[in-house]
């Protein structure tokens, strides 16, 4: 960046605004965050609160053609699309399944596993300052698998793991049950993967960045942004429905609802929204010490605060439908072949359901780097199943950028135009 950048302002107050706000004002910038809702209200909310080292497996595997059809077709599955939207995502899909082919599936772990590699290291820095420790944790997760064969499908995706310097560990039934003794005897197999952590109420942990950032001073502005006043290539000012913004500098963290604001700055990226819905137990008669990922539900169990929170599931049906809270409850039915204490029915007061949009590129990476229209317009948006976990890396390249240094990663995989 050219002329020196002051006063930055961060659109969205999500996780990734806010760790991106983070590292600015750690920088010595002026910094000033807005978003017309409160902080962690979007996707940030309700995920099952992992920070990932492993999760460098793209969300599109090779073979994933074969699979579609099984997972469209059944409308409680770990993958459904409302028939009615499908003709919006018929470009995105194309590209999703072809971002399946091997050799791109190798690019984009390796990518991956630069933003991930350090999730837990590059977080916990921000997490201190903000006096958030009793919420982050850093022992580790396990993912089951219902019996070796559904691990042996599975061994891709671990080898691949592996190639890009993640240590796993397999156990068997005993195994399992030695860490976890509420699983099912059911749960065949599994792996433990010691570097991941998780946060106990990852709403709780953007609250207490946020309250961080104003003690040190970031204002925050309740307004929607809604475009970029530019002097040539220069910014001047965000646009915002109350109002102009003045600005250096902007990092568009608007999570799924980004597209918008990259498109006014000349950069078509095919963003969509990966649905999820979480169920959160109150009281429940099991809380797993560790968050446990059902490889065959494709979904998480987490401890949380609040309780048990059974997160995951996509719903492809865009940013404006009502949720379909059968695909909070199915969870709960999963949930039971994993850990049979818990009850067939629990009373509605015990139960708290929730819908989030992930912001979702085809190729399961996100959107960082410089705008096309302005270089002082930055980007950090479309980190799909791993916001949490790429937070705090994003903030340190970020940073970098606004800064003006080389960051730590090569973000070219990264970039806006990669999809022209
Ligand atoms: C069920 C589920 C489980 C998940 N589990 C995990 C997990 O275990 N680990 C993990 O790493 N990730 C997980 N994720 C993904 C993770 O939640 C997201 O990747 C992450 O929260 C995205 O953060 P964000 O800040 O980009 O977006 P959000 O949290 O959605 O924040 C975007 C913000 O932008 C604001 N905004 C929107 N439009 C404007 C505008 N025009 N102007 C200003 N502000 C605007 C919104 O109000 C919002 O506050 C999960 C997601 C779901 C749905």
């Known amino acids: 960046m050219s002329k020196e950048a002051n006063r930055v302002a961060v659109i969205g107050a999500g996780i990734i605004g806010i760790a991106v706000a983070s590292c600015l004002q750690r920088d010595g910038h002026e910094v000033l965050v807005i978003d017309p809702d409160e902080p962690g209200r979007g996707a940030s909310f309700g995920n099952a609160g992992l920070f990932g ?5 793209p969300m599109s595997m090779p ?29 995105w899909l194309a590209r999703y399944v072809a971002a399946g082919r091997p050799e791109r599936v190798e690019r984009q772990a390796r990518a991956l596993r630069d933003m991930l590699g350090r999730a837990v290291d590059t977080l916990a820095p921000l997490v201190a300052a903000a006096g958030a420790t009793a919420i982050f944790h850093r022992n580790g997760s396990l993912f089951v698998y219902r019996s070796v064969e559904d691990f042996a499908r599975d061994r891709r995706a671990w ?5 890009h310097g993640v240590a796993w560990e397999a156990l068997d039934a005993a195994g399992l049950t030695r860490v976890e003794p509420g699983l099912s005897s059911n749960c065949a197999h599994g792996v433990l993967v010691r570097s991941n952590g998780h946060t106990s109420d990852p709403h709780a942990l953007v609250t207490h960045l946020a309250r961080h950032l104003v003690a040190q001073g970031v204002v925050f502005h309740r307004a929607a942004a809604t475009g970029f006043a530019l002097d040539g290539a220069r910014l001047r000012a965000v646009r915002t429905r109350q109002g102009e913004i003045d600005a250096d500098a902007a990092v568009v963290a608007a999570g799924a609802f980004s597209r918008p604001l990259a498109a006014e700055l000349g950069d078509r990226v095919p963003l969509e929204t990966e649905r999820g819905y979480h169920i959160v137990i109150r009281d429940p008669e099991i809380v797993p010490r560790l968050p446990v990922a059902d490889q065959a539900g494709k979904f998480m169990a987490t401890p949380m605060a609040a309780g048990l929170r ?8 865009g940013l404006g439908a009502p949720p379909n809270w059968q695909r909070s409850r199915i969870l709960l039915r999963q949930a039971r072949a994993l850990f049979p204490a818990l009850s067939e029915h629990y009373p509605e007061e015990r139960l708290s359901l929730w819908m989030g949009h992930r ?33 705090g890396m994003t903030g340190m390249v970020l940073a970098d950028l606004v800064a003006g240094r080389p960051p730590t990663i090569d973000i070219a995989p990264f970039r806006a135009g990669r999809f022209a």
């Open 310 to 317: 059974l997160a995951g599931t996509v719903e492809f049906a």
């Open 63 to 91: 073979g994933v053609l074969r699979q579609l059809p099984g997972w469209l077709s059944d409308p409680l599955g770990p993958l459904a699309v409302r028939w009615t939207y499908l003709p919006f995502l018929a470009g």
């Open 359 to 391: 912001p979702a590129l085809p190729d399961s990476l996100p959107v960082i780097g410089r705008s096309r229209r302005s270089p002082d317009v930055l980007y950090a948006f479309g980190h799909g199943h791993v916001g949490m976990a790429s937070s």
């Open 53 to 57: 080292t492993s999760s460098v497996v």
């Open 159 to 163: 080898d691949l793991r592996a190639r």
